[in-house]
């Protein structure tokens, strides 16, 4: 078990975590939900064993159980027939998410550009927007436009296959799709777009290439909102420890993804104790200010053991509770630090 100090007694992590602004930094409501049009604010059946992707991880019942404050809802296209062109999915997305809280006004609201604090204030789950993928865009600055004004606060710049603007790490066999290293022109435009329209740049999925050149122009905190550590698994897609201190120079953070192969190598199935260990290894790497959690549920993860849905979040806390953290050490790792980056806190 990794601790962050030695010898320090541990917290209520029960207490810590009704007492924190718990933010998950990356998830999926709006992905199997709204393609299927399921109703979010009933519960639903979660995964049986981490991994379903017909199942939910969550819905507003559960978010609420578990205590979730900040909800970051990552829309997510795929690329293929019969799915609609990517950037009217995001359109889609976005509105199945806003439907989701106007029909449950009491549980949850989407909180626009410096509204969090005010729907946290009453009580409610704040639902911030954000895009997995710069095939969203579909090479226009125009459409990146748009989905700021609709309130996006962070696009990943690439995924899976290379999208015109920036090379993914490979993963699978979408590793023959990557194509040519780095940043392209436009995804150097974008970029800079992004930072004009105060929407950050999420680095996770980019190659060792694009990491570089995205570090090398960004004048703006960079995030990685669901991760691993190549201490753990020695994969591309994966963090390096100098990516993570380039990360925390930057003023940026990383949230420490759910999926089990992440945590540990393939064939090893992880527990929330290997989500803790990379928790504390971040924080020794770059500090606890710069690390969050970004579960990634309901993006099709095969998730650790006793984090697998979203009644789940208590866990992690009481995993972390024993790890050597201050209380305000802690309450950032679970939500503070992410709003702060966001201009939230």
Known sequence: MLVFREGVEPLDGATVH???PVADMHAHPGLTAYWLKRDLTREHAPPAHGYNPLRQQLDLPRIVQGGLRVLTACVYAPTIPPFPRPFRAAL???DFVEDLCARAPDKAAVAQRGRVGAVLASGRVAVIHAAEGGHHLERSLEKLEHLAARGLRYLTLTHF???GLAQPAPLGPFGALRGP????D???RVLKKCEELG?????????ERTFADVASLAARPLLATHTGFRRFHDVERNLSDEQVRTIAR???MVGVITWSWLLRRRGLVADVEDLADAVVHGALVAGPEHVGIGTDFDGYVWSARRIREARH???LAEALSRRGFTLAELRGILGGNYLRILGEA
Request: glycine share 16%; proline share 6%.
């Open 18 to 20: 009704r007492q924190s």
């Open 92 to 94: 889609g997305a976005m």
């Open 161 to 163: 296959v290379h999208n």
């Open 181 to 184: 290293p780095g940043l392209t």
């Open 186 to 188: 436009l995804g150097k």
């Open 199 to 207: 929407v950050l740049i999420d680095v996770s999925h980019c190659s």
């Open 250 to 252: 930057s003023g940026g």
């Open 313 to 315: 979040y208590p866990a």
